[in-house]
């Protein structure tokens, strides 16, 4: 298409030359030339309005839209990602301001020492994947749907321990050479804790401070790990808080992180932990997700009917949030599947 036209173009040019001697048909030719110089200018950009690509037009952090009313009363603009998880995660006070402090400190930073680097923690069906999915949608116009957004599973990806050279050569590979197509990359790790512990290590450079390696700079990449390591630690924090009739709220950072980088050093079986990613400082958050209560299941059944344009029904939500199941006994307290599996019950119920 693009050679086509710029065959058109000096087609045009060589007439208005053939014919510079007629003055009339000349200044139409030059006109329509220039013309066609115009379109060509902007074809580009025509082509990159209706093409994703490695551009502002593309991939933006939405700091801009604003809730009015918070604006007004309390003189403060949200970012559209801190509406959205007020919307639409339940029962993550800590999970949501680590990340929102995280996600807007680095994409409002025009020089990064290094990409941003987050590991999320938690009991299944928490939020993390959510999570993750909504940070890609803050960031790529087209969501997970980007091409610069990668996601990668372990068991899916690289499922033989005897294969792991060639993973780790493709790997190393497919972050190069998508870092250099995009510095706005994200990569996504899911099932960490099933990850060769060798895997990570190789792409570890990439994680860095270094300015660049290989004349490819990485600080502008993002990569998220999500693994359930960490989650059995966090159940008994929330629930000695549950136990004490303290209110969830209450908890904070800090009651977690002893127990979980204790667990995240200890625990032999989850890969990413023996390497040196946690040394070396290169994780740069470690998120926790708390397991969730009744209460949330409910507020995710309520989300998912209106995402589905049905009329919220609080009966319904009940109903459904009652169908999981829950632990510990006989306290009975968090769900077992978190908020996973409730959109097969929900059509269940309709
Ligand atoms: C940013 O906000 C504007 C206005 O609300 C919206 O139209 C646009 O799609 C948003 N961009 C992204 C990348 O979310
Ligand atoms: C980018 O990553 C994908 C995997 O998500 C891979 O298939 C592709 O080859 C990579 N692109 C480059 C240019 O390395
Ligand atoms: C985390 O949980 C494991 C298993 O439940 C336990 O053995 C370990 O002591 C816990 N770590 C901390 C720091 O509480």
Same mark, same amino acid.
């Given at each position: 298409?693009?050679?086509?036209?710029?065959?058109?173009?000096?087609?045009?040019?060589?007439?208005?030359?053939?014919?510079?001697?007629?003055?009339?048909?000349?200044?139409?030719?030059?006109?329509?030339?220039?013309?066609?110089?115009?379109?060509?200018?902007?074809?580009?950009?025509?082509?990159?309005?209706?093409?994703?690509?490695?551009?502002?037009?593309?991939?933006?952090?939405?700091?801009?839209?604003?809730?009015?009313?918070?604006?007004?009363?309390?003189?403060?603009? &949200?970012?559209?990602? #801190? /509406?959205?998880?007020? @919307?639409?995660?339940?029962? $993550?006070? =800590?999970?949501?301001? +680590?990340?929102?402090?995280?996600?807007?400190?680095?994409?409002?930073?025009?020089?990064?020492?290094?990409?941003?680097?987050?590991?999320?923690?938690?009991?299944?069906?928490?939020?993390?994947?959510?999570?993750?999915?909504?940070?890609?949608?803050?960031?790529?116009?087209?969501?997970?749907?980007?091409?610069?957004?990668?996601?990668?599973?372990?068991?899916?990806?690289? &499922?033989?321990?005897? #294969? /792991?050279?060639?993973? @780790?050569?493709?790997?190393? $590979?497919? =972050?190069?050479?998508? +870092?250099?197509?995009?510095?706005?990359?994200?990569?996504?790790?899911?099932?960490?804790?099933?990850?060769?512990?060798?895997?990570?290590?190789?792409?570890?450079?990439?994680?860095?401070?270094?300015?660049?390696?290989?004349?490819?700079?990485?600080?502008?990449?993002?990569?998220?790990?999500?693994?359930?390591?960490?989650?059995?630690?966090?159940?008994?924090?929330?629930?000695?808080?549950?136990?004490?009739?303290?209110?969830?709220?209450?908890?904070?950072?800090?009651?977690?992180?002893?127990?979980?980088?204790?667990?995240?050093?200890?625990?032999?079986?989850?890969?990413?932990?023996?390497?040196?990613?946690?040394?070396?400082?290169?994780?740069?958050?470690?998120?926790?997700?708390?397991?969730?209560?009744?209460?949330?299941?409910?507020?995710?059944?309520?989300?998912?009917?209106?995402?589905?344009?049905?009329?919220?029904?609080?009966?319904?939500?009940?109903?459904?949030?009652?169908?999981?199941?829950?632990?510990?006994?006989?306290?009975?307290?968090?769900?077992?599947?978190?908020?996973?599996?409730?959109?097969?019950?929900?059509?269940?119920?309709?």
């Amino acid at each position: 298409m693009r050679s086509r036209i710029l065959l058109l173009f000096l087609l045009f040019w060589s007439l208005v030359l053939s014919t510079a001697n007629e003055p009339l048909s000349t200044g139409i030719a030059v006109g329509m030339a220039a013309a066609l110089t115009g379109f060509l200018a902007t074809y580009q950009n025509v082509l990159y309005y209706f093409h994703e690509c490695c551009r502002q037009e593309w991939i933006s952090y939405n700091n801009t839209e604003c809730e009015i009313v918070s604006a007004i009363v309390l003189d403060y603009y &949200p970012t559209a990602l #801190e /509406i959205d998880m007020k @919307k639409k995660l339940f029962g $993550q006070h =800590i999970a949501s301001r +680590v990340i929102i402090k995280a996600v807007t400190g680095f994409m409002n930073n025009k020089n990064p020492k290094k990409p941003l680097v987050l590991s999320l923690h938690g009991w299944t069906g928490t939020g993390k994947n959510f999570v993750s999915q909504l940070l890609a949608e803050n960031i790529y116009k087209e969501g997970m749907a980007s091409s610069y957004v990668h996601q990668f599973v372990s068991t899916t990806h690289f &499922p033989h321990p005897s #294969e /792991i050279n060639t993973y @780790k050569s493709q790997l190393q $590979q497919w =972050i190069k050479g998508n +870092v250099t197509l995009c510095p706005r990359s994200m990569f996504i790790f899911d099932e960490m804790d099933k990850m060769h512990a060798g895997l990570i290590d190789s792409i570890k450079p990439y994680m860095d401070y270094y300015d660049n390696l290989d004349g490819i700079s990485y600080r502008q990449a993002i990569f998220i790990f999500l693994s359930n390591a960490g989650g059995e630690n966090i159940t008994r924090v929330v629930l000695d808080f549950w136990s004490a009739g303290r209110d969830r709220e209450e908890i904070q950072l800090k009651d977690l992180e002893a127990a979980l980088s204790l667990e995240v050093f200890n625990n032999k079986r989850s890969g990413f932990w023996h390497t040196s990613l946690i040394d070396k400082n290169l994780v740069d958050f470690f998120v926790p997700f708390l397991p969730l209560e009744f209460s949330h299941v409910r507020k995710c059944v309520l989300a998912e009917m209106e995402a589905r344009d049905l009329t919220p029904d609080e009966e319904i939500a009940s109903q459904v949030a009652k169908e999981m199941t829950y632990f510990p006994k006989p306290e009975n307290v968090f769900s077992v599947k978190g908020c996973k599996t409730i959109a097969s019950k929900l059509d269940y119920f309709n």
